[in-house]
């Protein structure tokens, strides 16, 4: 299982050349529904929700460097 940390249409820097966004409008709209105090990007936990705890490994080694291999 991958571990998404984001959603398209909901970042607020609106770069022309993003991938992401593809609607102004709606980023704009999805903006609106951030809750400060919810972990999540957009909105709160909705009962059909499933929420899974994932590990997440940092690749980043002794503060400085990114590697792909351990």
Not at 18 to 29: I, T
Not at 46 to 70: C, G, H, M, Y
Request: net charge negative.
């Amino acid at each position: 299982m991958g571990n998404d940390i984001g959603t398209y249409d909901s970042c607020g820097h609106l770069c022309k050349y993003c991938y992401a966004n593809a609607n102004e409008r709606l980023v704009k709209e999805n903006m609106k529904k951030h809750i400060e105090t919810s972990p999540f990007l957009i909105g709160k936990e909705e009962p059909e929700d499933k929420v899974t705890e994932a590990k997440q490994k940092s690749w980043i080694i002794d503060d400085r460097q990114i590697t792909l291999f351990n």
